[in-house]
């Protein structure tokens, strides 16, 4: 049996160190490295979802957590309801 010059493995190798290619993934997929993550911007979001940890050192009042309790199920129900109103009735 003769031996193909192009072989399935010879054409991946140089189909993947092409241009459109980037660490074994092309570029156009979803899941190619990408460097759209503005760092300097991000650190407002990281510093106040971490300044949510000060709740540890400085207490929290029983009315607190039952107010966020309650507006736990309000936000959880409202969110059912429309997600039940918009794909099943079709009504928004």
Same mark, same amino acid.
């Given at each position: 049996?003769?031996?193909?010059?192009?072989?399935?493995?010879?054409?991946?190798?140089?189909?993947?160190?092409?241009?459109? @290619?980037?660490?074994?993934?092309?570029?156009?997929?979803?899941? %190619?490295?990408?460097?759209?993550? &503005?760092?300097?911007? #991000? +650190?407002?979001?990281?510093?106040?979802?971490?300044?949510?940890?000060?709740?540890? @050192?400085?207490?929290?009042?029983?009315?607190?957590?039952?107010? %966020?309790?309650?507006?736990?199920? &309000?936000?959880?129900? #409202? +969110?059912?309801?429309?997600?039940?109103?918009?794909?099943?009735?079709?009504?928004?």
């Amino acid at each position: 049996m003769p031996i193909l010059a192009s072989s399935p493995t010879s054409r991946r190798s140089t189909v993947r160190s092409s241009p459109e @290619w980037e660490n074994g993934v092309p570029k156009h997929h979803p899941h %190619a490295p990408h460097d759209d993550i &503005v760092y300097p911007a #991000a +650190i407002p979001f990281v510093l106040v979802h971490v300044a949510c940890f000060g709740a540890i @050192w400085t207490g929290v009042p029983k009315q607190a957590l039952w107010v %966020a309790l309650a507006l736990y199920f &309000v936000r959880m129900w #409202a +969110i059912t309801a429309g997600y039940h109103r918009y794909f099943s009735d079709r009504s928004y």
